[in-house]
């Protein structure tokens, strides 16, 4: 479990520091999207997220070798409880929270966080 938040968190703080590699939006682009969004009327609630996720399938058999759904309260609580709190991305890099990282994703609503497909297996990790 711990490669698995490893790993999701490496995906994270990559896509984190990417965001200031793009240039921002064309200011008429905001304009096309502010409309539509106001046009669009109310936006779909959130869900609230309940499970997190883990899946493991074998590619050659299609069989599935590894299910995990957890409540996401036992996550916050396994978070809460590690050792652990932060979790150093690269050498140099910053330190990433996981308490703090679980409550912006639970705010996203569900979601997959990654998916791994390899030559022998598929790794899916998400919110439900």
């Known amino acids: 479990m711990k490669k698995i938040l490893l790993i999701t968190a490496l995906v994270l703080g990559i896509l984190f520091l990417t965001v200031e590699i793009f240039p921002a939006v064309d200011k008429d682009d905001y304009q096309v999207i502010k409309k539509a969004v106001q046009e669009s009327g109310k936006a779909e609630q959130v869900k609230e997220v309940k499970w997190f996720k883990v899946l493991v399938t074998d590619n050659k058999t299609g069989k ?61 990790v998400w919110l439900e």
């Open 64 to 124: 599935e070798k590894v299910r995990i759904t957890m409540p996401i309260a036992l996550v916050e609580i396994f978070a809460r409880c590690a050792k652990n709190k932060e979790v150093r991305l690269g050498r140099d890099a910053c330190m990433l929270n996981i308490e703090q990282l679980l409550a912006e994703l639970k705010k996203v609503g569900p979601l997959a966080i990654i998916e791994v497909y390899e030559e022998d297996e598929t790794v899916k």
